[in-house]
Protein backbone atom coordinates (compact mmCIF):
# COMPACT_ATOMS: atom_id res chain seq x y z
CA UNK A 1 0.00 0.00 0.00
CA UNK A 2 2.06 3.14 -0.85
CA UNK A 3 -1.07 5.78 -0.44
CA UNK A 4 -0.75 8.81 -2.48
CA UNK A 5 2.44 9.03 -4.69
CA UNK A 6 3.53 11.93 -6.86
CA UNK A 7 5.93 12.52 -9.63
CA UNK A 8 8.24 14.08 -10.17
CA UNK A 9 9.97 15.32 -7.12
CA UNK A 10 11.77 18.49 -8.87
CA UNK A 11 10.77 20.23 -12.10
CA UNK A 12 12.15 23.05 -13.34
CA UNK A 13 10.54 24.37 -16.59
CA UNK A 14 11.13 27.54 -18.98
CA UNK A 15 8.28 29.86 -19.31
CA UNK A 16 6.03 28.60 -22.18
CA UNK A 17 6.59 25.03 -21.22
CA UNK A 18 4.04 22.62 -20.49
CA UNK A 19 4.45 19.72 -18.33
CA UNK A 20 2.10 17.05 -16.08
CA UNK A 21 2.18 16.15 -12.57
CA UNK A 22 1.23 12.54 -11.82
CA UNK A 23 -0.35 11.71 -8.79
CA UNK A 24 -1.98 8.03 -8.33
CA UNK A 25 -3.63 6.61 -4.52
CA UNK A 26 -4.04 2.69 -3.89
CA UNK A 27 -6.57 3.18 -1.40
CA UNK A 28 -9.62 3.55 -3.73
CA UNK A 29 -10.48 6.50 -2.89
CA UNK A 30 -13.48 8.92 -4.36
CA UNK A 31 -12.27 12.27 -3.20
CA UNK A 32 -8.63 13.45 -4.62
CA UNK A 33 -7.73 17.24 -5.18
CA UNK A 34 -4.55 19.07 -5.77
CA UNK A 35 -2.54 22.01 -3.63
CA UNK A 36 0.01 24.50 -4.03
CA UNK A 37 1.70 25.68 -0.70
CA UNK A 38 3.51 29.11 -1.16
CA UNK A 39 5.30 31.25 1.29
CA UNK A 40 2.68 32.48 3.90
CA UNK A 41 -0.81 31.00 1.89
CA UNK A 42 -1.30 27.82 3.32
CA UNK A 43 -2.19 25.19 0.96
CA UNK A 44 -4.78 26.75 -2.23
CA UNK A 45 -6.81 24.48 -3.14
CA UNK A 46 -6.46 24.47 -7.41
CA UNK A 47 -9.13 21.20 -8.85
CA UNK A 48 -10.08 18.45 -7.15
CA UNK A 49 -12.63 15.25 -8.03
CA UNK A 50 -15.47 13.75 -6.40
CA UNK A 51 -15.05 10.67 -8.20
CA UNK A 52 -13.66 9.26 -11.99
CA UNK A 53 -14.95 11.38 -14.54
CA UNK A 54 -16.00 14.35 -12.54
CA UNK A 55 -13.35 17.14 -11.81
CA UNK A 56 -14.56 20.52 -10.75
CA UNK A 57 -12.41 24.22 -9.63
CA UNK A 58 -11.02 25.17 -6.48
CA UNK A 59 -10.06 28.84 -5.61
CA UNK A 60 -6.85 28.67 -7.63
CA UNK A 61 -7.20 26.91 -11.10
CA UNK A 62 -6.32 29.37 -13.80
CA UNK A 63 -3.37 28.05 -15.46
CA UNK A 64 -4.11 24.38 -14.62
CA UNK A 65 -6.26 21.51 -16.46
CA UNK A 66 -6.77 17.89 -15.14
CA UNK A 67 -8.61 14.82 -15.75
CA UNK A 68 -9.97 11.80 -14.11
CA UNK A 69 -10.18 8.74 -16.15
CA UNK A 70 -9.65 6.33 -13.49
CA UNK A 71 -10.11 6.28 -9.66
CA UNK A 72 -6.77 5.77 -8.95
CA UNK A 73 -4.67 8.54 -11.29
CA UNK A 74 -5.40 12.69 -10.93
CA UNK A 75 -3.30 14.15 -13.48
CA UNK A 76 -2.66 18.01 -13.42
CA UNK A 77 -1.61 19.75 -16.85
CA UNK A 78 0.06 22.59 -16.86
CA UNK A 79 -0.42 24.28 -20.57
CA UNK A 80 1.58 27.15 -20.88
CA UNK A 81 3.91 27.73 -17.80
CA UNK A 82 4.17 30.99 -15.84
CA UNK A 83 6.86 32.34 -13.26
CA UNK A 84 4.02 32.56 -10.66
CA UNK A 85 3.07 28.86 -11.09
CA UNK A 86 6.55 28.25 -9.17
CA UNK A 87 5.72 26.19 -6.43
CA UNK A 88 5.06 23.27 -4.28
CA UNK A 89 2.33 20.94 -5.12
CA UNK A 90 0.75 18.33 -3.35
CA UNK A 91 -1.94 15.47 -4.71
CA UNK A 92 -4.29 14.41 -1.62
CA UNK A 93 -7.21 11.96 -1.59
CA UNK A 94 -9.82 10.93 0.90
CA UNK A 95 -12.60 8.91 1.19
CA UNK A 96 -15.08 11.65 0.48
CA UNK A 97 -17.17 13.36 2.47
CA UNK A 98 -15.70 16.77 4.17
CA UNK A 99 -15.50 14.57 7.40
CA UNK A 100 -13.15 12.49 6.45
CA UNK A 101 -8.90 12.73 6.53
CA UNK A 102 -6.93 13.54 3.44
CA UNK A 103 -4.02 11.68 2.77
CA UNK A 104 -1.37 13.62 1.53
CA UNK A 105 1.91 13.23 -1.38
CA UNK A 106 5.18 13.97 -0.82
CA UNK A 107 5.02 16.73 -3.01
CA UNK A 108 6.40 18.08 -6.41
CA UNK A 109 8.86 21.36 -6.42
CA UNK A 110 8.50 23.03 -9.55
CA UNK A 111 10.54 26.12 -10.68
CA UNK A 112 9.35 28.41 -13.67
CA UNK A 113 12.16 30.33 -14.81
CA UNK B 1 -17.91 30.03 2.63
CA UNK B 2 -15.88 29.14 5.33
CA UNK B 3 -12.73 30.78 6.15
CA UNK B 4 -9.71 29.59 8.29
CA UNK B 5 -6.92 31.95 10.29
CA UNK B 6 -4.15 30.86 12.13
CA UNK B 7 -3.39 34.82 13.87
CA UNK B 8 0.50 33.27 14.62
CA UNK B 9 2.72 32.91 11.80
CA UNK B 10 6.46 32.07 13.60
CA UNK B 11 6.36 30.66 17.44
CA UNK B 12 9.42 29.59 19.34
CA UNK B 13 8.99 27.41 21.87
CA UNK B 14 11.37 26.03 24.34
CA UNK B 15 11.98 22.56 24.23
CA UNK B 16 9.73 20.77 27.38
CA UNK B 17 7.33 24.17 27.59
CA UNK B 18 4.10 24.21 26.15
CA UNK B 19 2.77 24.64 23.23
CA UNK B 20 -0.71 26.18 22.08
CA UNK B 21 -1.74 26.87 18.67
CA UNK B 22 -4.23 29.26 17.68
CA UNK B 23 -6.79 28.33 14.93
CA UNK B 24 -10.30 30.31 14.32
CA UNK B 25 -12.43 29.02 11.66
CA UNK B 26 -15.60 31.49 9.90
CA UNK B 27 -18.66 29.15 9.18
CA UNK B 28 -22.19 28.95 9.60
CA UNK B 29 -22.99 25.78 11.21
CA UNK B 30 -20.36 23.31 13.41
CA UNK B 31 -17.47 22.59 10.81
CA UNK B 32 -15.27 19.19 10.44
CA UNK B 33 -11.94 20.78 11.96
CA UNK B 34 -8.31 19.39 11.37
CA UNK B 35 -4.78 19.74 12.52
CA UNK B 36 -2.06 18.67 10.37
CA UNK B 37 2.06 18.94 10.55
CA UNK B 38 4.16 19.44 8.06
CA UNK B 39 7.53 18.64 8.23
CA UNK B 40 10.32 20.21 5.88
CA UNK B 41 10.03 18.65 2.69
CA UNK B 42 7.66 16.32 4.12
CA UNK B 43 3.45 15.95 2.95
CA UNK B 44 1.23 16.76 5.40
CA UNK B 45 0.17 14.06 7.60
CA UNK B 46 -3.19 14.35 10.47
CA UNK B 47 -3.16 15.30 13.92
CA UNK B 48 -6.68 15.54 15.41
CA UNK B 49 -9.95 15.96 14.03
CA UNK B 50 -13.20 16.97 15.40
CA UNK B 51 -16.43 16.06 14.03
CA UNK B 52 -19.05 15.96 16.99
CA UNK B 53 -19.22 15.44 20.67
CA UNK B 54 -16.88 15.70 23.17
CA UNK B 55 -14.46 19.16 22.18
CA UNK B 56 -11.44 17.68 23.77
CA UNK B 57 -9.82 15.73 21.29
CA UNK B 58 -6.91 13.87 21.68
CA UNK B 59 -4.17 13.46 18.46
CA UNK B 60 -0.96 11.45 18.02
CA UNK B 61 2.02 12.44 19.03
CA UNK B 62 0.96 14.04 22.56
CA UNK B 63 -1.28 16.80 20.73
CA UNK B 64 -4.80 17.55 22.02
CA UNK B 65 -7.05 20.36 20.97
CA UNK B 66 -10.47 21.79 22.13
CA UNK B 67 -13.57 23.18 20.33
CA UNK B 68 -14.94 26.23 21.51
CA UNK B 69 -17.79 26.87 19.38
CA UNK B 70 -18.90 30.17 21.19
CA UNK B 71 -14.71 31.54 20.31
CA UNK B 72 -15.15 29.62 16.80
CA UNK B 73 -12.07 28.23 18.03
CA UNK B 74 -10.00 25.07 17.38
CA UNK B 75 -6.11 25.38 19.34
CA UNK B 76 -4.13 23.09 19.28
CA UNK B 77 -2.23 22.50 22.45
CA UNK B 78 1.30 19.84 24.08
CA UNK B 79 1.69 19.50 27.11
CA UNK B 80 5.66 19.45 26.62
CA UNK B 81 7.26 19.82 23.25
CA UNK B 82 10.34 17.76 21.88
CA UNK B 83 13.21 19.03 19.42
CA UNK B 84 11.31 16.55 16.83
CA UNK B 85 7.90 18.67 16.86
CA UNK B 86 9.87 21.88 14.88
CA UNK B 87 7.27 21.82 11.50
CA UNK B 88 4.66 23.90 10.19
CA UNK B 89 1.13 23.43 11.50
CA UNK B 90 -2.11 23.93 9.62
CA UNK B 91 -5.59 23.89 10.52
CA UNK B 92 -8.17 23.07 8.15
CA UNK B 93 -12.33 23.10 8.25
CA UNK B 94 -14.44 20.67 5.69
CA UNK B 95 -17.96 21.40 5.54
CA UNK B 96 -20.83 19.67 4.62
CA UNK B 97 -22.07 22.02 1.76
CA UNK B 98 -18.53 22.21 0.42
CA UNK B 99 -18.47 18.51 -0.42
CA UNK B 100 -14.45 17.06 0.00
CA UNK B 101 -13.62 20.68 -0.21
CA UNK B 102 -11.20 22.23 2.38
CA UNK B 103 -10.19 25.40 3.60
CA UNK B 104 -6.25 25.62 5.12
CA UNK B 105 -5.10 28.31 7.36
CA UNK B 106 -1.98 30.05 6.47
CA UNK B 107 0.29 27.83 8.94
CA UNK B 108 2.13 28.25 11.94
CA UNK B 109 5.81 27.69 11.81
CA UNK B 110 6.96 26.12 15.02
CA UNK B 111 10.83 26.63 16.00
CA UNK B 112 11.92 24.68 19.19
CA UNK B 113 15.02 25.93 20.76
CA UNK B 114 17.07 23.83 23.41
Known amino acids: NAGVTQTPKFQVLKTGQSMTLQCAQDMNHEYMSWYRQDPGMGLRLIHYSVGAGITDQGEVPNGYNVSRSTTEDFPLRLLSAAPSQTSVYFC????????????FGPGTRLTVT | AQSVTQPDIHITVSEGASLELRCNYSYGATPYLFWYVQSPGQGLQLLLKYFSGDTLVQGIKGFEAEFKRSQSSFNLRKPSVHWSDAAEYFCAVGTTDSWGKFQFGAGTQVVVTP
Open chain 1, 92 to 103: ASSRGTAAYEQY
